[in-house]
């Protein structure tokens, strides 16, 4: 199964430099949000990917639609997190059933 991310240009790079196997990255801009759209749509339908990563700001202009697989998962940007520190770990928790600590 792959990992996908959809973010903005920098934090693309990251995840491109990280090993991620698909990294698609946006302006934002109305014309480039559709484009998110149309591909985040396109990735939940292909068998291949496992994981979708999407930036938090992103996530919060296209509808995240509730699938089973693959798994979408919010991450911050370069900018930090819009949810804070405890809904990250809640979301960590949800996603693989193990609680962060300090």
Same mark, same amino acid.
């Given at each position: 199964?792959?990992?996908?991310?959809?973010?903005?240009?920098?934090?693309?790079?990251?995840?491109?430099?990280?090993? !991620?196997?698909? *990294?698609?990255?946006? %302006?934002? &801009?109305?014309?480039? =949000?559709?484009?998110?759209?149309? /591909?985040?749509?396109?990735?939940?339908?292909?068998?291949?990917?496992?994981?979708?990563?999407?930036?938090?700001?992103? !996530?919060?202009? *296209?509808?995240?639609? %509730?699938? &089973?697989?693959?798994? =979408?998962?919010?991450?911050?940007? /370069?900018?930090?997190?819009?949810?804070?520190?405890?809904?990250?770990?809640?979301?960590?928790?949800?996603?693989?059933?193990?609680?962060?600590?300090?």
């Amino acid at each position: 199964m792959k990992i996908a991310v959809l973010g903005d240009r920098d934090t693309a790079l990251g995840f491109r430099l990280a090993g !991620a196997h698909e *990294v698609y990255s946006f %302006e934002d &801009t109305p014309l480039e =949000i559709e484009r998110l759209r149309n /591909k985040l749509r396109e990735l939940i339908e292909r068998g291949d990917v496992g994981i979708i990563l999407i930036t938090e700001r992103f !996530a919060q202009k *296209v509808e995240i639609p %509730e699938v &089973t697989l693959p798994i =979408i998962l919010q991450v911050p940007d /370069k900018s930090g997190s819009r949810f804070g520190e405890e809904a990250i770990k809640e979301i960590v928790r949800r996603a693989i059933g193990v609680e962060l600590k300090r």
